[in-house]
């Protein structure tokens, strides 16, 4: 395995409700450690108490060692705070402002240093398009839009591509009018496990759910399944 791995997930996980943290367990698996170090990291939900609450709540039940990181109180030393992790768990959110926010303290700067360093990162909804060049998000109240983001990761992606019903026409229509070449299409109780840049593997852990990037050809929109 690649000592670079992101796992972005389209959808549920302990933000909605403990369950039997599947996919907690799975990012947990790759450090290959007994008691790991995760930082969650809720700014695209404004610092949500109640997220914050879950995740010391999922994560303890995993053996691992809890911190979190807020930017709407005093901030402390990013990078010294993050560089010592093993997992960063990026929350759901408002992908825009998240961005923005992050962008300003040059947190994208320490995540990338991370990143580089073999630290696992992960996240869903906000945290899982983040991670890649561009995300489509509903930031927006009045309709989905592509932002930039991070760029670790080349590509589109959208997070809760089967349950949103607006996602998957957005995106058809994005393809078929040429205004993007592909979009890596994450659903909800799924996640995108990428090793290194170019491993991609669906990790489903509700009822048969799935990854997959869909692209234009022949006048037919195709998907390729990861």
Not at 47 to 57: C, E, T, V
Not at 79 to 84: D, M
Not at 113 to 118: E, H, T
Request: with cysteine; glycine share 8%.
């Amino acid at each position: 395995m690649s000592n670079k791995n992101i796992v972005a997930i389209g959808g549920g996980g302990f933000g909605r409700s403990l369950g039997d943290l599947i996919i907690e367990r799975y990012i947990v698996s790759l450090t290959n450690k007994e008691r790991p170090k995760i930082c969650f990291i809720p700014t695209a939900s404004g610092d949500n108490n109640q997220y914050k609450l879950n995740f010391y709540r999922a994560f303890g039940k995993l053996n691992c060692l809890t911190t979190h990181l807020d930017f709407f109180s005093r901030t402390c030393d990013l990078e010294e705070k993050i560089l010592s992790q093993d997992i960063i768990y990026v929350g759901g959110g408002n992908t825009k402002s998240m961005l923005a926010v992050w962008r300003d303290w040059n947190f994208d700067i320490v995540l990338q240093k991370a990143y580089n360093s073999g630290i696992i990162m992960s996240g869903v909804s906000a945290g899982a398009i983040c991670w890649f060049e561009k995300g489509i998000t509903d930031s927006y109240s009045e309709s989905l839009e592509i932002i930039n983001c991070l760029g670790f990761l080349k590509g589109i992606a959208c997070p809760h591509f089967d349950e949103e019903e607006e996602r998957e026409p957005y995106v058809n229509k994005l393809l078929i009018e040429a205004k993007i070449k592909s979009c890596i299409c994450i659903e909800g109780y799924s996640a995108l496990h990428v090793c290194g840049e170019n491993d991609f593997k669906t990790v489903n852990f509700g009822t048969n759910k799935n990854s997959y990037e869909l692209f234009f050809e022949n006048n037919k929109i195709l998907k390729k399944l990861f």
